[in-house]
């Protein structure tokens, strides 16, 4: 079956979506985080840590790290109603709380659309072996 009109350009929506979360962390843009994560966010983190928008957000103003490179892509996007499935590829390059990192992970992200804005429900990655 062949995506109609409306699936496409709300693919498209989507991946621009992640494109602006991950252009986010080069800046700390606490502004676009706050627009794009869903009040309801949960990330599973390295480690296997959860943490909800509210410490996502904590941990992004406290300014203990920072990225060089945060860039999404290799994104494919299937779509389910108001529900978007985005497995892609996340590459990311930094310092947390003064510990560099510089890895390559496969990731997968549940975005909800509600009121014609899409937004990060929540999103998992496994590290890509080098």
């Not at 062949?2 to 800046?27: F, G, K, T, W």
């Amino acid at each position: 079956m062949q995506p109609n009109r409306v699936d496409i350009d709300d693919a498209r929506r989507v991946i621009q979506a992640e494109l602006e979360l991950a252009a986010a962390h080069l800046s700390l843009d606490l502004a676009t985080f706050e627009r794009l994560l869903h009040p309801d966010y949960v990330i599973i983190q390295p480690g296997g840590c959860v943490e909800g928008k509210v410490e996502t957000l904590s941990s992004l103003r406290s300014g203990s790290r920072h990225w060089d490179l945060a860039r999404s892509d290799q994104m494919e996007v299937r779509l389910y109603g108001n529900m978007a499935v985005v497995v892609g590829r996340w590459t990311g390059r930094g310092a947390n709380a003064g510990v560099d990192f510089d890895y390559q992970a496969r990731f997968l992200s549940l975005w909800i659309e509600e009121g014609g804005q899409w937004r990060n429900l929540t999103s998992q990655s496994t590290p890509m072996d080098s």
